[in-house]
């Protein structure tokens, strides 16, 4: 598959960056079909369902971006918000994209440990959060926080669906007519080359990095998968995926704006209830990692059914079995395809839609819009066939950690390749195979873990001398997170001794380990590093 140069020039010349805006896209579209289905969601507990048409959602968007030049936010500052997949994220998105600002997306599950360290981080102005979401009090969370933070100005809470009573609705959403404010009006938007996003990734030293994505970087990204795939603006793309992760927000936010498409948010995860909505909406798209997959084939063959209209299963997020294909095109009735990408590059690879069965034995072929390349250590370039670290570079390629030049530097070369850590193959026509990573980290279903800050931790307990976190396989979630620990002498602690103290100081629960596994000594290489291969070989 041919590439195209490194050279913004080009990206435009071949259409991957352009001189327009998602929000300009929405403006399209609301004007040539208003009365069209633009999003749809659906909360777990079936509280509700909001509907917004196009028209709908173009006004809602305006009257976001007047309410926040109304509190004095414009180009530049940093909008965090910590929205489930409700229509409201990206409605808030898209405001910020009108005035300039920078959309933050921070993943429900964070809690006061991680939350102070990222706002802090970009010294946000503002905070939106849901006021209750599974059972937890963020309403209350965001009020210790704006007074924890020093930055931070400004904290609303959703309060479910737009006719509540919900702060963010009553400062935001009262103004149908923003659109000729003249507030509004006198806001420039900003350049396609600006910034646009950060979102939040955790590295090989575990320290969570913001990651910044321009318009146009996103807009590269987000148009690999219907170029691929053959998706059109008939496809109907149901989102379960969080839209706080890059896949469910280049997907189940950007996407289906700039194509036209209609979109269904499900805000919990619930295999039963994702058929009901891919049978309710027409549902033809959608994208998860792999217990996403494991989940819906288990539930169609207890209920002995296929997937209905569903036609395409995208897969990332973490390892992806091979066999998964062959079982999703069996039981589901849809395709599998997998795809592979980072926070820093989008989706980078896809299988696509005229070779899905490659969805078996690998991991796509690359972008036309970005090159890759297998080394070896010494950064010299391996032949076919040999597995070796995956470079990166090109037009969905990001755009640098925020205010952490030193990290982008140590990431990215003078050539511009990105080291991404993992190590992968490339055949002969082209299909990469990521064979492992090099990056100290466990993907729990599509969650990084930081391990070395939970290690950290962990080591401060009384009971414990010393520790290693290791991923474990796990057939429906990919991997989980087994603590190794050489306990101290006399002592023996429990798991959930372990995690309890974890939960005191702050750890959001995904990022717990699942297991324990006590050791007399850990295994170390000469320059005292735990071989955490040895271990993951021994507790596999």
Known sequence: MKTIPLNPASYREHGWWRDRLVVDDLEDVARLRPDDTAMVTYSADGAWRESLTFAELRDAVNSIALGL???????????CHQIPNWWYFTALHLACNR???????????????EL??????????SLIVPTTYRHFDHSRLGQRLLEKVESLEYVFDIDGPSEGSGSFQRHFLRRPDAASDPLLLACPKPSA???????FTSGTTGEPKGVMHTHNTLFAATRLLPWALDLTRDDVVVMPSPLAHASGFLYGVLMPITWGQKVVYQDIWDAHEFLKIVDAEGGTYTMGS?????DTIRVC???RRDAGTLRIFSCSGAPIPRYLAEQTSRVLGARLANNWGLTETGGATVTPA?????SSNSDGTVSPAMEIRIADDSGKTLPNGQSGRLLIRGASQFRGYFERSELTAAAVDDDGWLDTGDLASIDDDGYISVTGRVKDLVIRGGENIPVV????ALHQHPDVADVAVIAVPDARLGERACAVVVPAPGRQPTLQELTGYLEQRGFAKQYWPERLEFTHELPRTPAGKVRKFALQQEYH
């Open 290 to 294: 792999p217990p996403f997959v494991f």
């Open 99 to 113: 005035i300039g600002a920078i959309s933050c997306p921070l993943v429900t599950i964070l809690r006061e440990r």
């Open 453 to 456: 800050e939970v290690e950290a």
């Open 193 to 199: 080359d600006d910034v646009a996003s950060v979102q």
């Open 354 to 358: 005229m070779n899905l069965d490659r």
């Open 116 to 125: 102070t360290f990222m706002l802090q981080a970009l010294r946000a102005r």
């Open 301 to 303: 063959q207890e209920m």
């Open 69 to 79: 030049l109304e509190l004095g936010i414009g180009p530049g500052d940093r909008v």
